[in-house]
């Protein structure tokens, strides 16, 4: 807690909570940041459920996990600088703490996908046994972001 509140009491940390512009900025950025990785994020999981087969797999992942991996960082970013604001608070929450590991969990999640023999064998080939683990990544993909963005709005809602 200690740790929290050293978090919370840091110089830039309390520039930011007091800034008229500052707070609503970064918060900005936080929404831009998973406005991207969902943007992106979504259309490439649509096409592991079978979605646009008339795209490649390969194509579609060449220009949106770009896209994805940017908004992801620019969303964990602005997402610690927002929970530094009020870190004490926050991490007394539970839902907090579930929308954390859903992050965790959507983040493994795709670097399992990103790396498995799975996702390579589907890229080229009728192999059903390895389409079949993509549409379940890719489902579970959908529901863990949109579980950590449901959690994220209810923090600022639910005590």
């Known amino acids: 807690m200690d740790l929290l509140t050293a978090l919370h009491d840091w110089a830039p940390i309390a520039f930011l909570r007091g800034g008229r512009w500052s707070y609503a900025a970064v918060n900005a950025a936080h929404i831009l940041g998973f406005a991207l ?30 896209v994805a991996t940017t908004g992801l960082v620019i969303a964990i970013a602005a997402g610690f600088l927002l929970f530094a604001v009020r870190a004490p608070d926050y991490a007394a929450k539970p839902l907090f703490w579930v929308k954390m590991a859903l992050v965790i969990c959507a983040i ?28 379940l990544a890719g489902m579970l993909s959908i529901v863990l972001w949109i579980a950590v963005l449901v959690c994220g709005r209810m923090l600022a809602f639910v005590d």
């Open 37 to 66: 990785l969902i943007g992106a994020i979504v259309p490439l999981d649509l096409r592991l459920l079978g979605w646009r087969r008339d795209v490649s797999l390969a194509s579609m992942a060449r220009v949106l996990l770009p």
């Open 108 to 135: 493994v999640n795709a670097a399992l996908l990103h790396r498995a023999t799975a996702w390579e064998r589907a890229r080229r080939s009728d192999d059903h046994v390895a389409a079949s683990r993509l549409r």
